[in-house]
């Protein structure tokens, strides 16, 4: 079954699908999506590195991921510049020095386009085994973080002062994001992760009532979207990564367009006051 | 070193950061069933205090112990989640602990939002919300409450019915009460302690209970009259716009740190007489002379 190169794109797409729903949901909640780009550009970097040490493609990814995101936190703490224009020097001069140095690594044949958009249809069987490996570990990691995730995204004082670690929950975040953007490469590239992350979870919203079940609910409609998305490029010979992404945001659409299951809106502090 | 009794206790409680005193001198405790008010203009020192007492800012100086195993019951000052995320009343009250279906509805019954159970928290109104989260504390049954400008953005009958329901939480559950106003002349007229903050300890005392005055009881109504007091200060300073400090003619002062950024050279102002001394103002003397001699 394996041998078919269509559903080994169809078992690792929906296996990243599923990964991605919990963390996209924070990803939203906590308002990180420019954060979520930054650590998916330097994903390139990794690669260039990956490449010029002949290491493992997802450990480069991940590590390089790592570094960027906790040279965010410390920048952050010196609080010279904001985090908004912290995020835009380290997204695009991660992006750039990777670009570049694969240009001089002459040695190596690298198709470029296959990192920045994802090649879904060309994932091994290893590929497979650590996007499965590697979703597991995320995931139970995400549920042993689960409480203090959420509580510190309500208010991390409140979560800090009845006992909690948000910022040891943070940094923990930040690697399993990392771990995710390692594994999530190949199905839709670089420069379309944040999608995945974002448009599952904002679909989601609409049809859910707790944190938990909007989590879930992110997982599904990422899983609907990577089957339709390929199903879409096969038919229509379309590129793979977009597609996903673009049957993605047709599933927002039509959740924005459908009638409402429950009361939501965007107007906090008001219109509900009985 | 904590008497049995208090559940914090701070002395001689300073905080720097980036060069600078937030707040120095503190001295205070709180023990079971007591409320303490801590007021002060913005930027006093007043939040910096209150979480340094539960441990979320480390003193400088001074002295912080604990109740070993103290329960937090912690309401934020301001608290905007944002609208992606989907949260009822009901699973807030779960947010930092598993608590038994049968407590969250008695927590909510007694804040009086039973029937917003269900509500996602975006839609609660201002007042409601702080109902909410005050259940939300209050369910965990804690032995410390902190209560950040509870009757901030709340209108005044609202602010005496939250002041209502903040006895109310102390006499059921017999719970101390750390809560910070930046209303300087209004408090809770069941505090025990009003603390006047302003980078240092400006004044303390009891607050007047105005209940039986006539002139209150027309001003405020007869409710309110005996749910909030009058805390008269009994500054011998003023604090100017630049940050430096203005000793009344005639005062005791003691409220001089050299170093702490709220004097510089105004040594022509400090007018040290001892006639007008309280007895507070003395204990702050011996206070900040220790200060001198560290620094």
Redesign the interface.
């Known amino acids: 079954m394996l041998d078919d190169f269509f559903t080994r794109a169809l078992l690792a797409g929906i296996g990243v699908a599923i990964t991605v729903g919990p963390l996209g949901c924070f990803i ?4 990180m999506a420019y954060f979520g780009d930054t650590m998916a550009h330097s994903a390139l970097l990794g690669v260039a590195i990956a490449f010029l040490f002949d290491i493992n493609l997802m450990v480069g990814v991940f590590v390089v991921a790592a570094l960027v995101s906790s040279a965010l936190l410390l920048l952050q703490r010196r609080q010279s510049l904001s985090t908004d224009a912290l995020l835009g020097i380290l997204s695009h001069s991660t992006l750039a020095l990777g670009l570049v140095m694969v240009a001089f690594m002459t040695w190596v044949r690298i198709d470029l386009m296959g990192f920045l958009f994802g090649d879904i249809l060309a994932v091994s069987r290893t590929d497979i085994a650590f996007i499965w490996g590697g979703g597991a570990l995320v995931l139970a990691g995400v549920a042993w973080l689960w ?1 203090p995730l ?2 510190s ?3 991390a ?8 670690h948000p910022e040891r929950a943070r940094v923990a975040f930040m690697l399993l994001m990392a771990l995710l953007i390692a594994i999530a490469m190949k199905i839709v590239g670089i420069l379309l992760i944040t999608s995945l992350l974002i448009i599952p ?2 679909t989601a ?1 609409r049809f ?4 938990e ?2 989590a879930v609910m992110a997982s599904l409609i990422g899983v609907v979207a990577v089957v339709s998305g390929l199903f879409g490029s096969l038919q229509f010979d379309t590129p793979s990564g977009p597609s996903i992404v673009v049957a993605a945001l047709a599933l927002f659409l039509v959740s924005q367009i459908a009638p409402v299951v429950r ?7 008001e ?4 | 070193m904590v008497q049995r009794t208090n559940l914090v206790e701070m002395s001689g409680v300073g905080v720097r950061r980036g060069g600078r005193w937030l707040v120095r001198g503190v001295d205070f405790t709180i023990s079971p069933g007591e409320i303490v008010t801590l007021i002060g203009p913005n930027g006093s020192g007043k939040s910096t205090t209150a ?1 340094t007492a ?1 441990g ?1 800012m480390k003193a400088d100086e001074g002295v912080v112990s604990r109740k070993a195993d103290l329960t ?3 309401v ?1 000052q301001k ?10 009343v009901r ?2 009250m779960t ?3 598993n608590q038994p279906r049968a407590e969250i509805d008695q927590a909510l019954e007694a804040v009086g939002i039973a029937h917003l159970a269900d ?2 928290v ?5 007042g409601e ?1 702080q109902r909410a989260l005050m259940a939300r504390a209050m369910v ?1 049954r804690p032995d410390l409450l ?1 209560l950040d400008e509870p009757v901030q953005g709340v209108d005044f009958s609202g602010e005496i019915e939250l002041y209502d329901l903040i006895k109310q939480i102390r006499d059921r559950t017999g719970c101390g009460i750390l809560l910070i106003s930046h209303d300087l002349h209004v408090v809770m007229a069941e505090t025990d302690t009003v603390i006047c903050l302003n980078g240092h300890v400006c004044c303390r005392g009891a607050p007047e209970i105005v209940a039986k005055s006539p002139e209150y009881l027309q001003l405020f109504g007869a409710r309110a009259a005996s749910t909030l007091a009058v805390y008269s200060h009994n500054h011998d300073h003023t604090h100017l716009p630049d940050g430096r400090v203005k000793h009344a003619d005639g005062s005791v002062t003691d409220h001089c740190h050299p170093d702490d950024g709220h004097h510089h050279d105004h040594a022509g102002e400090h007018h040290h007489h001892a006639d007008g001394a309280s007895v507070t103002a003395h204990k702050h003397e011996d206070g900040h002379k220790g200060h001198h001699h560290a620094g």
Do not use: C
């Open positions: 939203v909640w906590r308002r409480r959420l509580a995204t309500v208010n004082e409140l979560a800090e002062a009845e006992g909690m979870a904002a919203r859910s009532g707790t944190p079940m909007m009361r939501s809106g965007p107007q906090p502090q219109g509900g006051r009985r | 979480k539960i979320l937090i019951g912690y934020p608290l905007a989640i944002d609208w992606t995320l989907p949260l009822s699973r807030l947010l930092t602990g509500a996602e975006q839609h609660l109104s201002g919300f965990r902190i």
